[in-house]
């Protein structure tokens, strides 16, 4: 269930990052911006955005249940079913009820500068950021609590030798945890409240760069993964070298054991030939006694 996240993750974090540079070039060809043209982008971009948030928020989750609740037991299916109409059903519904509530596509979207949720009349802007930033506050206390579990249990008694510190491993679930939850994106708050270019770079950064540290933190790292990619290499390196093996034997190492199978179905046939005659001989001498 956790790859089932993070492969949601990374499809709706794609859907919403294309559909993001869809409506910047729209808004860059057209000033005023068309409403006719941002009004799809725009609501495709918060449905997907909003499905990305919704998607980490499992992730937390499910996490938070395997680490507390460790004795409590959930069918695949009805974590598929939960995550799934979570995961898609409730982007959509805010996302239809954003575009019902603002009245008319003037009130939509933006005047101009950009294909975003309208802020300045409509407040339209607000069906995104309360729920990803009260997703970012939940995950962020579920991180809190992982943390707290896993250091209460015994880091030292779970870890490899040179990560038996407890700020090494911390710091560690920090670097593949804060990916996944999206907690990069409570920089968005300063970018909110404040003007300061630093504050806009570093949070432009680190959420274009989410995709490359869910592949890095979430999958490169991942033991199942590294392991399954490490049975099919090397089956396909086997695969090569019998095949190159065969090759460079040539048809004269073949000729070899079929010449011996040759000698050897001869062989049998002979003695089959010997017996039957055998047999014939001594049932026509036994005739002959009796007779």
Same mark, same amino acid.
């Given at each position: %269930?956790?790859?089932?996240? &993070? $492969?949601?993750?990374?499809?709706? +974090? @794609? !859907? =919403?990052? *294309?559909?993001?540079?869809?409506? #910047?070039?729209?808004?860059?060809?057209?000033?005023?911006?068309?409403?006719?043209?941002?009004?799809?982008?725009?609501?495709?971009?918060?449905?997907?955005?909003?499905?990305?948030?919704?998607?980490?928020?499992?992730?937390?989750?499910?996490?938070?249940?395997?680490?507390?609740?460790?004795?409590?037991?959930?069918?695949?299916?009805?974590? %598929?079913?939960?995550?799934? &109409? $979570?995961?898609?059903?409730?982007? +959509? @519904? !805010? =996302?239809? *009820?954003?575009?019902?509530?603002? #009245?008319?596509?003037?009130?939509?979207?933006?005047?101009?500068?950009?294909?975003?949720?309208?802020?300045?009349?409509?407040?339209?802007?607000?069906?995104?950021?309360?729920?990803?930033?009260?997703?970012?506050?939940?995950?962020?206390?579920?991180?809190?609590?992982?943390?707290?579990?896993?250091?209460?249990?015994?880091?030292?008694?779970?870890?490899?030798?040179?990560?038996?510190?407890?700020?090494?491993?911390?710091?560690?679930?920090?670097? *593949?945890?804060?990916?996944?939850?999206?907690?990069?994106?409570?920089?968005?708050?300063?970018?909110?409240?404040?003007?300061?270019?630093?504050?806009?770079?570093?949070?432009?950064?680190?959420?274009?760069?989410?995709?490359?540290?869910?592949?890095?933190?979430?999958?490169?790292?991942?033991?199942?993964?590294?392991?399954?990619?490490?049975?099919?290499?090397?089956?396909?390196?086997?695969?090569?070298?019998?095949?190159?093996?065969?090759?460079?034997?040539?048809?004269?190492?073949?000729?070899?054991?079929?010449?011996?199978?040759?000698?050897?179905?001869?062989?049998?046939?002979?003695?089959?030939?010997?017996?039957?005659?055998?047999?014939?001989?001594?049932?026509?001498?036994?005739?002959?006694?009796?007779?």
């Amino acid at each position: %269930m956790r790859h089932v996240s &993070i $492969v949601n993750i990374a499809v709706s +974090l @794609l !859907i =919403a990052n *294309i559909c993001f540079i869809i409506g #910047a070039a729209v808004a860059e060809l057209e000033q005023p911006t068309s409403v006719g043209r941002c009004s799809p982008a725009v609501f495709f971009m918060h449905f997907f955005y909003l499905a990305l948030f919704f998607w980490m928020l499992i992730s937390a989750l499910l996490l938070f249940y395997r680490t507390v609740m460790v004795l409590s037991q959930m069918s695949r299916s009805t974590m %598929m079913a939960i995550g799934f &109409i $979570v995961g898609y059903g409730a982007p +959509l @519904l !805010i =996302a239809v *009820i954003t575009v019902a509530s603002t #009245a008319g596509p003037q009130n939509y979207i933006t005047k101009q500068f950009a294909c975003w949720l309208n802020w300045n009349e409509s407040r339209a802007l607000l069906a995104f950021v309360i729920p990803a930033l009260t997703i970012v506050a939940i995950n962020l206390v579920v991180l809190i609590v992982v943390l707290y579990k896993m250091l209460r249990r015994g880091v030292g008694a779970t870890t490899q030798p040179d990560e038996k510190h407890a700020l090494v491993v911390i710091a560690r679930c920090v670097a *593949i945890l804060t990916p996944i939850f999206g907690l990069t994106w409570g920089f968005g708050i300063g970018t909110m409240v404040s003007r300061n270019i630093g504050i806009h770079v570093v949070f432009a950064l680190l959420n274009s760069l989410q995709g490359f540290f869910i592949l890095v933190f979430g999958t490169l790292l991942d033991s199942k993964i590294r392991e399954a990619l490490a049975g099919r290499l090397s089956l396909r390196n086997l695969t090569s070298s019998n095949r190159t093996r065969s090759t460079s034997a040539g048809p004269s190492s073949s000729s070899g054991p079929g010449f011996f199978q040759w000698m050897r179905r001869r062989r049998n046939v002979y003695n089959i030939s010997e017996a039957a005659t055998f047999s014939n001989m001594s049932s026509g001498s036994e005739t002959y006694t009796n007779a």
